[in-house]
């Protein structure tokens, strides 16, 4: 399975983005999922993860309460609702599938999608 992701683009500090992940075919239903974000200069860091079926949805420290994971396994398709942003969520964000090490590793990797947000 291949992973694309989408949505990004450059907002203002306190407004709203959705990602999405659109997955290439339906083995992606079985895999649990998650998105990743990268800033200049930095590592690669964890954002959310949720399970095969939708559930146990978990969250960064430095998302939760402002971001929120969903999933469509009827679409192969995965969200990131993106509320109240702030600068330092600026990076450029990866959709991954089929965790070796839940939040930590993953198999499959999409493209990113760059989100700028702007004070």
């Known amino acids: 399975v291949q992973l694309q992701a989408s949505g990004g683009g450059l907002v203002q500090a306190g407004g709203s983005l959705k990602l999405a992940c659109a997955a290439s075919?339906?083995?992606?239903?079985?895999?649990?999922a998650a998105w990743f974000r990268q800033a200049p200069g930095k590592d690669r860091e964890f954002v959310a993860h949720?399970?095969?079926?939708?559930?146990?949805?978990y969250y960064a420290s430095s998302v939760k309460g402002r971001f929120t994971i969903s999933r469509d396994n009827g679409k192969d398709m995965m969200y990131l609702q993106m509320n109240t942003l702030k600068p330092e969520d600026t990076a450029v964000y990866y959709c991954?599938?089929?965790?070796?090490?839940?939040?930590?590793?993953?198999?499959?990797w999409g493209q990113g999608t760059q989100v700028t947000v702007s004070s």
């Open positions: 949720i399970n095969w079926d939708g559930g146990m949805p």
């Open positions: 075919d339906g083995t992606f239903r079985g895999y649990a």
């Open positions: 991954a599938a089929d965790a070796t090490k839940r939040y930590v590793q993953y198999k499959i």
